[in-house]
């Protein structure tokens, strides 16, 4: 059953911008985050937001990107773009909250989008 759906990605030149969306077919999460991968690299996060509004960031995309909520959407806004940003982007949800769990880990997640690609070249 699908319940995440990404928007958005394709290709820039660093420096540029791109804005990721994703859908949740009217399905509400507590926690919902932004993953990525390089090929032959692990899965990392990106970004989380929680229903209170807080956020957090990877340091690598700390000052550049920004994640959102609204009604229900989750939104991903990407600044200052720089080649090693490029890779699939995935949506997660349904956070875990395992003890001693750990946000950046996809072991905490429960669903996952199909990912979208986002290339980041001159």
């Known amino acids: 059953q699908v319940r995440l759906v990404e928007f958005g990605g394709g290709s820039v030149q660093p420096g540029g911008a791109l804005r990721l969306s994703c859908g949740t077919f009217?399905?509400?999460?507590?926690?919902m985050g932004w993953f990525r991968q390089a090929p032959g690299k692990d899965r990392e996060g990106v970004a989380t937001?929680?229903?209170?509004?807080s956020t957090t960031y990877a340091d690598s995309v700390k000052g550049r990107f920004t994640v959102s909520r609204v009604d229900g959407t989750l939104y991903l806004q990407m600044d200052a773009l720089k080649p090693e940003d490029s890779g699939m982007y995935y949506c997660?949800?349904?956070?875990?909250?395992?003890?001693?769990?750990?946000?950046?880990?996809?072991?905490?997640?429960?669903?996952w989008g199909q990912g979208i690609q986002v290339t980041v070249s001159s």
């Open positions: 937001i929680d229903s209170d509004g």
């Open positions: 009217g399905r509400t999460y507590r926690c």
């Open positions: 997660a949800a349904g956070r875990k909250f395992n003890l001693f769990g750990d946000w950046r880990s996809r072991d905490e997640w429960n669903y």
